[in-house]
């Protein structure tokens, strides 16, 4: 395969441990650029630094990149996630050691949109629960735990962030007529968005207080690690349901296991978790409690999943590498790290 002279001298390393392989439709489009990739399977420190050591561009999708992994990178100029995250990199020392950190921060808002609200109006019509009682039989048992249902448009929306998933999340949810209330951590903000949407902003005791739904659209940080502990949960309605579609460990499992049991909260939807692996193919059946409970719908990290995601969680990967290797910054949108001094100076772009 003949690949642009322009790229051919740069080495560019996809890793994909734990499962997150390269399908055709990636190196094709790597290689439509003139990209020349190296496939590295590999996840631990010592088999990892000695094969992107030497690499100009790290390319990855859930592989851990520690300390230690990010100092043995003696060339790299850029880290390329391909997805949002980026709390399994060391981007504190990428920084200092010149190393840009990009990501694809916008590529699947709509599908988590989509999702959460999807396990929103699941948990309100008690689908699992009717399905369940229709599988057995039991149409009485289906009867009776309709019968407790709220409307949708009597219900109120707490989104615990503002950025764009929980943008779209609003749009979705006051299509249904629900109220919706919002909270970030930049209290000075513009709330034209919010105006405009009918969102009402608030601080997050007010969203814990008076949500039936609690829906989470944060990074994770050291600042928001089990923000939703055993006091938030407390502070909850007992009616109410919580949502994480964005990172596990924003919630205390323990503590939302403890608080469903108790009957101190109506239910919960999860697609992240901090206590099981979902970056693997098999996990054993009935490995946490919660997936014992009918008022609890779990998914595996699937609410990014679509066809337009994937393409756009690819080209703008792929655009960040080529804007680093031809010497500009990318988007300022998509820089992580954007108080980095580069190893090798870059060009302000050409909007």
Known sequence: MQFNTRFSDYKIVRLTAPVFFPGEAELAAFAAQG???????????????PLVQDADIVALVGTRLPTRVVEGMARCRAIARLGAGTDKIDVARATELGIVVANTPYFCVEEQADHAMAMLLSLARKLTVTQNAMAEGNLARARRAVSSNQRVSAATLGLVGFGRSAIHMARRARGFGMRVLATRNNKQAPTDQADALGVVMTDLETILRESDYVSLHLPLTDATYHLIDSAALQKM???????????????????????????????????????????????PPRLHPLTDME?????????????????EMRMTGIQNILDILSGRWPLAENIVNPMVVPRFSLAPRDE
């Open 35 to 49: 990209l020349a990739v190296t496939v590295v399977d590999a996840e631990e420190p010592d088999e990892l630094i």
């Open 237 to 283: 309605k007992p009616t109410a349901c919580l949502i994480n579609t964005s990172r596990g460990a924003l919630v205390d499992e323990s503590a939302l296991f403890e608080a469903l049991r108790q009957g101190r909260l109506a239910g919960a939807g999860l697609d992240t978790f901090e206590l099981i692996d979902v970056f693997t193919d098999q996990i």
């Open 295 to 311: 008022n609890v719908i779990l998914t595996p990290h699937v609410a990014a999943g679509s066809v337009q995601s994937a393409e």
